[in-house]
């Protein structure tokens, strides 16, 4: 029977060795990326890709990228959770498709329409516009300088926008982790890897960046370090 939330959450820990004799299943690592996709993503852009990897030269070749890391090299299966902040508007134009198909479906408000369809055709296009970093500049000049008189969204640079795609990856990657502890089966996300290598390994774009690399399988009697460690909750957590 699955873990509830709670019960998967207490479960993961980053497993570092796996248990070579127990095999995972490539259905239900597959059914837990469906999961991943399912996680909330800033502008509903999916700027995300996750590559599965089962194949013995392609996993070697990470494994050795993560610098031989245990928790790679042990592993059954590698996931490779990438963001695309290059397919901005392949995405803009497919959230364009599926509105104006709902539209046509279901009566909506006009006004409702604007805005909805203008925020793909207007505001991501200026938001996510770049030429060489010049322009973001230029638009986090003008957007400081607004925001001394109102609140303004200031993520405009291509460094931020950067940040914004993986923080949805990585929203992705824990409904990814969660969705494997459910079922009993564990991971280990790694950002210890050299990512110019696993783009060049997984034949990547210019465009694409390496947000994690999660090995995946069945603990070892000898697979998590030691009891989990966190800083008190009061250390962290302001009621306001
Ligand atoms: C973004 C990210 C990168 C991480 N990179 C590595 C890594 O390269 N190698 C590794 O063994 N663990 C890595 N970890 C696992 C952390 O060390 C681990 O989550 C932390 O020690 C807490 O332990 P727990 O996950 O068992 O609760 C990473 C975790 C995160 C979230």
């Known amino acids: 029977m699955e873990k509830t939330v709670s019960e998967a959450i207490a479960y993961r820990r980053?497993?570092?060795?796996?248990?070579?004799d127990e095999e995972i299943s490539y259905e239900k690592v597959v059914d837990c990326l469906k999961n991943a996709v399912l996680a909330?993503?800033?502008?509903?852009?999916?700027?995300?890709?996750?590559?599965?990897?089962l194949d013995k030269t392609t996993k070697d070749s990470i494994s050795k990228a993560?610098?031989?890391?245990?928790?790679?090299k042990t592993a059954q299966q590698l996931v490779v959770v990438v963001t695309r902040k290059d397919l901005w508007r392949k995405r803009a134009k497919a959230n364009l498709s599926f509105l104006e198909h709902q539209f046509k479906k279901e009566e909506t408000d006009n006004s409702k329409k604007k805005i909805a369809l203008s925020y793909y055709k207007k505001l991501i296009p200026s938001l996510y516009t770049e030429f060489l970093g010049i322009l973001g500049l230029v638009k986090y000049g003008i957007f400081s300088t607004m925001g001394l008189f109102k609140p303004m969204y200031r993520q405009v640079r291509?460094?931020?926008?950067?940040?914004v795609a993986h923080?949805?990856?990585a929203l992705a990657a824990q409904n990814f982790m969660i969705s494997m502890a459910a079922i009993g089966y564990d991971t280990c996300p790694m950002e210890g890897s050299d990512t110019k290598r696993i783009k060049k390994i997984l034949n990547l774009p210019w465009g694409a960046e390496i947000n994690m690399v999660i090995?995946?399988?069945?603990r070892d009697s000898k697979g998590v370090y030691g009891p989990r460690f966190r800083v008190p909750f009061k250390e962290v957590y302001y009621k306001l």
């Open 14 to 20: 980053s497993v570092r060795i796996y248990n070579s």
């Open 40 to 53: 909330p993503t800033s502008s509903n852009l999916q700027l995300w890709e996750f590559y599965h990897v």
């Open 66 to 72: 993560c610098f031989n890391q245990p928790a790679a």
């Open 158 to 163: 291509q460094s931020d926008l950067r940040i």
């Open 167 to 169: 923080k949805s990856a």
């Open 215 to 218: 090995g995946c399988g069945i």
